[in-house]
């Protein structure tokens, strides 16, 4: 793919199917397609890690400038600056992804700048331990739920579904490797992680709250 400062003249010698990347806008480019020609901009997620491409407009019937799709481009970038996905839009963000993705967006974003919170690396056991309740408890029990839906009720009942062993007990049903154990203990320890997993959530823009504050645990 062609590398260059994205100008008038440079759109018009691009090929159809060529795409052209900016030189003064990281991720931000130009695609010339068999009729019309489009701004777009790709990066990777600051909230699932993995690579994002967002169309920013047609270039073609004036609707937008060069100058104004790099303009939105720029914003795309202070946006993942402070953790937001541009791909996703800010009214349906919190809809758009699930607990188990939010559990795999913290635990990606834990092993490539893994601080605990007073700062101090993450020790690989924790990283493992965490994955490990998360896998065993949080994914089976609340997985499916989109993270804007999660209530403290949810919590509350996810906590005492822990420690009666319901977890433990899908993952029997489900005859996969090795089982999970409840307990009031795990219950609590695992609602402790929960709420720093909406920590990260909150974070990231994806809820404005986090609903295990007010959770009593054992």
Known sequence: MPVARVTAAAIDRLEPGQTLWDTEVRGFGVRRQVVETVFVFKAISPVTRKQIFVTIGRR????????????????FRLMMRDGQDPSIGAKTRTKAMTVAELCDAYLADARNSPLDRVGRPKKESTLATDSGRIEGHIKPLLGDLPVAAVTLADVETFL?????????????????????KGGKGTASRTVGLLGAVFTFAMRRGLRDDNPVRGVRRF
Request: aromatic share 2%; glycine share 10%.
């Open 60 to 75: 073609s019937r004036g609707e937008w400038t060069i100058d104004e799709a790099r303009k939105k481009a720029t914003e």
């Open 160 to 180: 005492q579904r822990v420690a009666r062993g319901d977890s433990a007990k899908r993952a029997k049903a489900s005859g996969r490797g090795a089982v999970p």
